[in-house]
């Protein structure tokens, strides 16, 4: 019996027992084998139910997702006035706040709908959503954590938006850019990556600064080289955050692992500046969520000695582990469903010191 087929059963018991109490064991049924979207589908089936108390906490969870493909659903929840609630429609108000927190244009048009409809409770919380749509810009569309302070949550676009927007082919800085930070990805086994989030910095007995660690600011690069968090040691896989005056730091002491003849004089002075340097740089083909090599490349970047012990415990401006979002999106490329993968919104990364162009191959 698959996963999925295991929740399928535990939920239509659930169902079946028309049970208040036991409507709130919907959380508890591992939901491992589901895709998000196929969670939220079983959540809505549970939240048409009338018989249990359970249709608040699940608005929050539609909340939390800001999922658009429930925007169409909860705006038929809303119109047709069948939402167990009291007088004041604190469903309907969790509603309203996940329509104009999905933010799509699809979203917003639901809510112009209902601030001109007749239910005047209704309009006002939609009144209200729209008329700080600008100002809540920051925390729409989807994100990962799904909760959490927004400037640690990372915003998500659908992997065919993605495909279209970046380069095809050449050597770019793909990375996710938050004000003045770069977020890096690393995987590493669980003892390294626990200790690293609770202590939001590098160490504990399972972590070595005297070996070369290596990161990268492409996701799906990560994902190719850690399997999707599934292999051996790299089963957790951390987004961290640093400057990017301090990854341009990095950056300009790189040197590449090999030599490049239209990078360096001569092989001679190429050595010469491997053995003083502590940063080590590759440019690889990109890849595909399922592995494929593409004829994009995509940098990755190795530290060792006091520049590592430096990012280790200096420059990071936080670690955020995005596992359980690796593991839900290696649903869909086992499924081969693209249309429904998610990746985070990366965009050529743009120097601010041109000078250290040259020296990572770029100009």
Known sequence: MTPKERFTIEFENLIASRDDQRAWDFHKIDPSGLTQLEHLEFAQQLFEEPWHGFHNELAYEFQRAAHPATAKWMFDQIVKGGIPEFDYKPISRVFTWALADIGTN???NYLEILAGGDDEIVAGFARKRLDSWEEELARKGRKIPETGYHNWRINIEPYANYQARVPASGRYILAYQAGDNVVLYQAYKPAIAGYAVEHQQFGGSAFSYNRMSWV?????????RCGWAEKENQERVLAIYISKKDWEEVLSQAVFSSYQADVYETETDWKARLSSSEVRLQW????DPYGGKLERKAIQI???GAILHRFGTEMIQKIVDVTPFVTTQKLYVDRRDLAN????IETVYEAMNKDILPGIGLT
Request: hydrophobic residues 40%; aromatic residues 14%; without cysteine.
């Open 341 to 344: 993968l998610e990746v985070p």
């Open 302 to 304: 190795g530290m060792k």
């Open 284 to 287: 690889d083909p990109d890849h």
């Open 216 to 224: 990268k600011p492409n996701f799906l690069w990560m994902m190719y």
């Open 106 to 108: 699809e979203a917003r």
